[in-house]
């Protein structure tokens, strides 16, 4: 099933795939604008939910351990943002993993950051 939400993060070209309760949700925007939102608007979206993102970064990984997310997959993920997942007992696939100052460069690429 998380080939499916991989997929659709690519192929739709979106920020965040949400499966929850075996319904598939996409969104665009910024990613942990985007998280932030959900936690706080409908935080029965993250429970038990697997999630596929673009990029992962330690407050993203914060928010999805606080929304009881179950298992996710980051094309780049931070290695802070891996700990916190794991150590959460998150199950974490990732294309790339990157130490925090890597992630920042790519995360500022994405238009996720200022200069």
Not at 2 to 29: A, K, P, W, Y
Not at 70 to 83: M, N, R, T
Request: aromatic share 6%.
């Amino acid at each position: 099933m998380m080939q499916e939400l991989i997929d659709t993060l690519h192929v739709e070209q979106c920020s965040l795939v949400v499966l929850h309760e075996g319904n598939i949700r996409t969104f665009n925007g910024r990613g942990v604008r985007k998280l932030y939102d959900i936690l706080n608007e409908e935080p029965e979206l993250l429970l038990d939910a697997k999630l596929a993102d673009k990029a992962i970064g330690s407050t993203a990984a914060r928010t999805m351990v606080e929304g009881g997310v179950h298992e996710v997959y980051a094309d780049v993920i931070s290695d802070q943002a891996f700990d916190l997942l794991s150590d959460a007992g998150v199950k974490v696939t990732y294309e790339k993993k990157v130490d925090h100052t890597t992630f920042l460069k790519i995360w500022e690429k994405m238009g996720e950051i200022a200069d």
